[in-house]
């Protein structure tokens, strides 16, 4: 059983990677799309209106824009894999010192939705399965539903509507109040960082600024995940050792966490990894609402700018992230369930 698990993970990962290189390979092919002749990507190198034939020429010599094709998807591959995006056109620095900067403010936020939405996700899904067919199981239905038809930035605006503008007891945007002094960047997440460095006040604040960035995803988010708990529940509930279990007299709280809960909560593993991308991809819009400037408020202004390089870069280091949630979740789904063939 360990060797096939050991070559489960294995089969995984090539699957990642490949996936990963098909990424890399579609942003390539886009960028010859966009920008097909080596003087229009020069001129994105060398940014603004105003420049020479030198100057293009020069970019064109140095990046290598008027080599073969294969030659250059070599190139753009070696130096992906090596963190290597090339210099940002509008900042002129490398893209990754910029996205270092970035990454880590959208990711801090993310995991903390997710992980929320997916623990209201589990209690309502299990608490309609329990109760299906009544009230509190149609409540369960109509509240997750209206969650989910309405799109990530309309709960975004009406959240910082009421609570910001409205009520006045959350702040309406920013990572933290922007009259204190960050605490140093020792790992770029403020949270961490923070509490690190014992910057409590500081702490606080970037915990209240992001009540309402996250809340916004987890609302959008959890009725995916109650609706799969739900049915996953229903279909463990009519199990015979489910039966069994209520025949002996255990309580309906005893048997949903000791036997419902262990069984039905493995799709939901899954789901949480293509939750976490669309939680990514949903950052675009919140950080640009709230003005948290993290990955997604990045990409927006890259996108305002044309800044080609960045949107290209923002897009494969997402991507990455995606990929690597589901490696992990096939993992996890693997180690947790013993159904799964791992031959």
Request: neutral net charge.
């Amino acid at each position: 059983m360990q060797s096939n698990f050991i070559f489960f993970v294995i089969r995984r990962a090539f699957n990642a990677l490949i996936t990963l290189f098909l990424l890399i390979l579609l942003v390539f092919v886009l960028i010859h799309v966009v920008l097909p002749t080596p003087e229009a990507m020069a001129k994105v190198y060398v940014g603004g209106a105003h420049y020479t034939p030198g100057e293009l020429q020069a970019i064109i010599s140095r990046y290598g824009l008027d080599q073969p094709l294969y030659v250059q998807f070599f190139n753009y591959l070696i130096n992906a894999v090596r963190g290597n995006f090339g210099m940002d056109s509008l900042y002129k620095v490398p893209e990754m010192q910029l996205l270092d900067k970035f990454i880590p403010i959208t990711l801090e936020f993310v995991v903390i939705a997710v992980a929320l939405q997916v623990v209201i996700g589990v209690l309502t899904g299990g608490l309609a399965a329990l109760w299906r067919g009544k009230a509190v199981d149609w409540g369960i239905k109509v509240l997750y539903l209206l969650a989910w038809a309405a799109p990530v930035f309309l709960w975004a605006t009406l959240l910082q509507f009421t609570f910001a503008y409205n009520l006045r007891v959350l702040p309406s945007m920013n990572i933290a109040n922007p009259l204190l002094t960050p605490p140093r960047p020792i790992t770029g997440y403020p949270l961490i960082d923070a509490a690190l460095e014992g910057d409590w006040p500081y702490f606080d604040s970037v915990v209240v600024h992001m009540i309402l960035p996250v809340l916004a995803i987890a609302i959008t988010g959890f009725g995916l995940t109650t609706r799969m708990m739900r049915s996953s529940s229903i279909e463990v509930l009519d199990k015979d050792y489910v039966r069994l279990a209520y025949m002996k007299g255990l309580s309906s709280g005893k048997v949903f966490t000791g036997t419902i809960f262990r069984n039905a909560i493995i799709p939901i593993i899954t789901l949480t990894a293509v939750q976490f991308g669309f939680a990514v991809a949903g950052a675009v819009v919140i950080e640009e609402i709230f003005l948290y400037k993290g990955m997604g408020f990045f990409l927006y202004q890259s996108v305002v700018n044309l800044d080609y390089v960045a949107i290209l870069t923002t897009t494969i280091i997402i991507g990455i992230s995606v990929i690597v949630a589901n490696f992990i979740a096939d993992v996890l789904y693997a180690l947790i369930d013993p159904r799964v063939r791992l031959e």
